[in-house]
Structure formats: C-alpha cells, structure tokens
C-alpha cells in the first residue's frame, strides 16, 4: 500500500505497540540489570575490603557486639559502660547480622548496606509511582553511584538508618497526600518511629518541618490535622516509645544524657567541638551527589526560571515537596553550632529524585553544561586510581601530591576519560555517558575495596596494628570476643568480674604467651586506632602518658613519635624491642617494653 502523505513510521498503530511493547520491556530488564550489578559493586562489594575507620564505626560495632554477647537489647554498652549518644536501630540490626554471619567488620556494616539498596529500591518505586519509568531508572541509577549514599551505606554508623527510615516515611506521606489512601499515612508514622529510634527527636522535627511547610505553600492546612490522627499517632508510638521508656527505667541517667546534651546542647552550642560556617552544608550537598553534582545544578534553574510563571498546579506538587525535602534538613542543619558532613545525609536522597525528575523532564533537550561539570568530576576518579601506586609506595599525601602532579600517566588518565564523556555530552548521547560515568564509579569502588584495599587498610584502620599484636602475643593472650561469651577462666579479671564485662577485661594483663605479664598501653596514638582496638581486641589500651610506666608493657606508637619514645623509656630505665613488623604505609610502630637488661634498645 502506498503511503499517504504526512504519514511516517509504521502505518499501522496496533502492530507497532506489539513491536514496541517487546522491546521497552527487554530494555528495562537491561536498565534493571545493569542498575542492580552497579548497586552491588557500589553498595555491597568487599564491605570488609577496608578496616572500621574513624572514631565512629568501631566505637558502635563494638556496641553492638556486646548487645549480641549480653542478650541486652535495651542499654547500649562500650567496654561495660552504658553509652547514650546515639538510640539504638543500629545497633539492633548490627547484633542481628552479627548473629546471622558473624562478628566481623564486614558484618557490622552490612545492616547498613541493606538499608543502603533498600532505599535505592525505594527511591525508583517512588518515581515510578509519583512520575514516570525514565525517571525512576534515572534516579536508581544515581542512587547507585552517589559519593554519599554508597559511601554510608558502606559504613557502620547511625547515619543511614536515620536516612533510609526518614527518606521511606516522607514518600509514604507524599503518597497519603497524593493517593488518600490511610494506609500510606500507617506505613508513614512506622517508618518515622523507626526513625526515631535511629537517630532520635531530630526525625519528627525534619517531617513535621516538610508537611507543615508544604501544607502552608499549597494552601492545605487539613493536612496537618489529617496526618495526627489517632491511628498514626499510635503506630508510631508503638514503634518508637517502649525503648525510651525501658532504657530510662534501667538508666536514669539516659534523659538527660541523651536529650538534653547529645540533641539541645549539640544543636544550641559548640560543646563537641564541630563549629562551622553557616554556609557549610552548601559546597557538602553538592559534593554528596559526586561525580552527578553538576546535573544536580539543573534543578535549580529549572525552578528560577519557573518561579514567576503562572501554572496549575497538581493537587500536592512533587516538585515543591522535593524541594522541602532538600531545604528543610538543609537549613535546620546549617542554624546548628556543631556541624558535621553526614548530617546532610537526609537531604541527599530528594537531591537526588530532584535531579532525576528534572533530567527525565528535559532529556530530548538537556543542556550541556551539567554534563561538562559532572564530565570534569568523573575524571577526577581516573586520576584518583592512576595515582594510587604514590601512595602505596608509602609516600605521605603531602609528600607525593607534587609529584603526583607532575606525573604524566594521572594527567592522561584524567584528560582522557574528560575527552570521552565531553564527547557524548557534546553529541547529546546521554544514555551512553550515564552509563560510562556509572561503569567509573562502579570501577572506582572496586579497586578501591579489592587490589589497593590492603595500603587503605593499612593508613586507615587499626585493623593491621590488632592483628600485629595478636601475633606478637598469641591468641591465648586475650579475652574471649564478646560474641563468644564470659571471660576466659586464666584471666586475673575474671573471678571478680561476673559475667562478661569488657571494662575489667580491657584493662586485664594478657594472661600467656610471649606477653604474659605484660599489659597493652598506646603512647600517643590516634584516637581513631585507639577505639579501632576496642573492636578489634575488645579491650582498651592503657594511656602509658597518664601514669607510672609498667615493668612490662606493650606498647602502640606512632611512627613519626618513635625516636621521642624511645629516648624517653631510655629515661624512664626501660628496655625496648620491636614486637612487629608494621605493613607498608602504617602509621603506628609496636614495642615491647621490658625492665633494664631485659633486652636491647632497638628503635
């Protein structure tokens, strides 16, 4: 049949949505697959690749070890003394996987790397609901490669069960509001109770903030009476109120510990020494969304240019409530005198849906200046890997940064990979520049956790020191994990200490092997290897600075402080030996300290 004139493609509609339908669907698996093998790699891949690092991880590790050791799921403990930072989900969830896999570093941070894909899950269901298919694989797939969102998922602090519950309970509300359907609202006060108890009152202050807000801005004031209705009120409850209640009735100190110096005094004053600028969280939230912080620019001038433009909106305006969701963690966060990165976490997952939505809005038109900022940002991650082998040779950052730029291979790496992704930005090929930009940081992830994991671990964690001192004295020499039970019966603590108590056991000589006699000191020593051992080997090391020097010890030390220790057991007539190689790049030295004529004086 000949075609008509005007008439393009098949001329036959019936028969090109059978074509059609065929190949979006074989399409979407493909996205689905690709999506979920990036997750992996970004959220679950070697989560033990890396030691605990920093103060945080191993201080609530150990916690929650103690709550898998103890049977206690009400009274957070570190090393037998109750500890009331932070509520206690996390721990909940880090005691189940220790139960369920074991009590190692990758399983305390694998409840968060669940709720890490469980909110990536999420987040696309709720495009896909609230906008459209395109979107929501768009969202999926920077949720997947976000720096922030993978990156706490990966960790085992409190910071993102906050944001997964927080993030579930703000979609269930916009889906009340949209839907009008009561069991949104139930699943809502759930997931904020839960909330709640990841993180405390700070949840109920950031979802009243959105509703009230977003009430006000669409003229809907019944909202907010409709979301306190009995039933809500009494599911969240539920869920948050028998913990504070049981932990308060066993710790009377827990009120005042927890609510009034850990929320009120953190908020009002500078007392944990985290003082900021009020603009702080601003260059923190674009970075979050690396190596995607250029198209989260995109929003923004989306919404100035629609700021005076007369439209009709929809009965609750995603676009307004996503903003809210952005803004209200943003600005609660930035009015409080200590600030610290994470705390914009919660801000990240509507950063991320917003600039979905504002990609999949434009995608036959998108403008090729995010693409050019983001393009600028993923190279750095070549030049990142390219100048990994400075570092493993053991050089310092500082030290190795001049050469670094100097060094031809980085520069390739980085103008190289800039070249590709400004060349499909150019061309406007933007399914093929997400995905390389995905395959990047997918790449990035797992040289970083697999080949280079072993010099990380070394700079960063006290992973390599626990395991120099365990083979320095033998396994013999220490109490038992406290996933194991009681304390061991050859310990000097242990006819007084009852049942297991790590604080008695922390401060126990090690009762055989090459040790025995000895106990465990650290003599200026980073905190963070300082609470890294409390995980590791379930004791504390004694600070040799604040008392009398022991006739036997051993002994953690930096390495840069090794001379200056040395010459001071020297003064303080004491031998020194090395008990342990320390792996290349370490930061710390282990000696065996000894009286006079034990042994020789080795540096």
Not at 55 to 65: G, K, N, S, T, W
Not at 135 to 153: C, D, I, N, R, T
Request: with cysteine; net charge positive; proline share 8%.
């Amino acid at each position: 049949m000949a075609r008509q004139p005007g008439m393009t493609g098949n001329p036959n509609p019936a028969a090109a949505a059978r074509i059609a339908g065929p190949a979006r669907r074989r399409r979407l698996v493909w996205a689905a697959l690709g999506i979920a093998a990036l997750a992996f790699m970004t959220y679950a891949h070697a989560l033990g690749g890396i030691g605990l690092v920093g103060p945080d991880e191993p201080r609530y590790a150990e916690i929650a070890a103690a709550m898998a050791a103890r049977h206690d799921y009400v009274t957070p403990r570190l090393l037998g003394e109750g500890w009331f930072e932070k509520p206690v989900l996390y721990y909940w969830v880090a005691a189940a996987s220790f139960h369920a896999w074991g009590g190692d570093d990758a399983n305390a941070r694998r409840p968060n790397a669940i709720l890490g894909l469980l909110l990536l899950l999420a987040l696309a269901l709720f495009l896909a609901r609230a906008r459209c298919a395109r979107a929501a694989a768009l969202a999926a797939m920077l949720a997947a490669s976000a720096a922030f969102l993978f990156g706490f998922a990966r960790a085992a602090v409190t910071d993102m069960p906050l944001t997964a519950a927080l993030s579930w309970t703000l979609m269930a509300l916009f889906l009340w509001l949209r839907e009008r359907r009561r069991a949104w609202l139930w699943l809502a006060a759930a997931c904020l109770g839960l909330a709640v108890l990841a993180k405390g009152p700070v949840a109920v202050v950031l979802v009243a903030g959105v509703l009230v807000l977003l009430a006000w801005w669409q003229g809907h004031g019944e909202w907010i009476t409709r979301a306190l209705s009995p039933a809500a009120v009494a599911i969240f409850f539920a869920v948050s109120a028998p913990w504070y209640v049981l932990v308060s009735l066993r710790n009377p100190q827990f009120p005042k510990l927890f609510f009034w110096q850990q929320n009120i005094e953190r908020f009002t004053t500078d007392r944990f020494a985290h003082p900021q600028p009020f603009w702080f969280f601003l260059p923190i939230l674009f970075l979050a969304v690396f190596p995607w912080s250029g198209w989260s620019l995109l929003p923004v001038r989306d919404a100035w240019r629609k700021r005076r433009r007369p439209r009709r909106l929809e009965r609750v305006s995603l676009a307004r409530f996503l903003w809210l969701w952005v803004l209200v963690p943003l600005v609660f966060f930035s009015a409080s005198h200590s600030k610290l990165p994470s705390y914009i976490l919660p801000s990240v997952p509507a950063l991320v849906l917003l600039t979905a939505v504002a990609m999949d809005g434009g995608w036959d038109e998108l403008p090729r200046w995010p693409g050019y900022i983001s393009a600028a940002m993923a190279a750095l991650i070549a030049a990142m890997l390219a100048a990994l082998p400075w570092f493993y040779g053991g050089s310092s950052v500082r030290a190795a940064l001049p050469r670094i730029l100097r060094d031809g291979g980085v520069w390739a790496a980085a103008l190289g990979t800039f070249v590709v992704l400004a060349l499909l930005v150019w061309r406007r090929r933007w399914l093929a520049y997400c995905v390389l930009t995905c395959a990047l940081v997918g790449f990035g992830v797992f040289e970083l956790t697999g080949p280079w994991s072993g010099r990380l671990d070394a700079v960063l964690s006290a992973r390599p020191l626990a395991a120099a001192i365990d083979n320095a004295c033998g396994a013999a020499a220490f109490v038992p994990l406290p996933i194991a039970g009681a304390l061991a019966p050859s310990s000097p603590a242990a006819s007084s200490a009852g049942p297991w108590r790590p604080a008695a056991a922390a401060q126990a000589p090690f009762a055989n092997g090459p040790c025995a006699g000895s106990a465990l000191y650290e003599w200026r020593l980073n905190r963070d290897f300082i609470y890294g051992l409390y995980f590791y080997l379930h004791r504390a090391p004694r600070d040799l600075a604040a008392g009398p020097w022991p006739p036997q010890a051993l002994v953690a030390v930096p390495r840069r402080e090794v001379e200056s220790f040395v010459a001071l057991a020297v003064a303080n007539r004491r031998t020194v030996a090395a008990a342990a190689t320390p792996p290349l790049g370490a930061s710390w030295t282990l000696f065996k300290l000894g009286p006079p004529g034990a042994g020789e004086q080795k540096p």
